[in-house]
């Protein structure tokens, strides 16, 4: 309750507003790590990205700030979960406002380079993105179906790795976009 009063009283736009203003890393991992809490309520998603909160969590990776990229990923994880989530109870529809704010290409160029928490964070995020049905097409022509195939095959955390499975096998579009990675071997 306290979240959405922070949003409708203006607070996304004021983290916003302050990421894309300082160049400060303490700053922008308290606000980062703000918009990530915010992420995790997904009353507030629409006024999120409304007010440029998801825009600016984003932007504030530009100086590369470990800290910074581990809020931002984690942030990101917390938003694609409580999508899939509203999609799988019926409560949302449609792309994710994720992918329409470019966070896709970010989870997939970091995939490759983050470690530890923030990897896992982003493996989440991009499951979570793949669960629904409506993002298919841009997870297929981004290169995402290369890593959520090789989450369901190289990745030390269970959890994770069983529910890239699960999304491939439960999707045939996604099912035959594998055979692709598999040629390539």
Known sequence: MNQEQIIHKGGAQLLANIAFKTDDAQTMRVVAGAIANLCGNEKVHSVLKEDGGIKAILAMTRYGNS???AQVARGLANFAKCESRGIARGWTKGKSLLINEGALEWLITMSATASGSTRRHIDLALCHLAQNGDNMPDIMSSGGIKE???LSQDTTRE????LA???LNLNPT?????EKPNSAT
């Open 165 to 167: 499975k699960k999304i």
């Open 148 to 150: 959520l195939f090789r």
């Open 174 to 178: 996604f099912l035959a976009g594998m």
């Open 67 to 69: 800290d910074v990229i």
């Open 159 to 162: 959890d994770i790795c069983n």
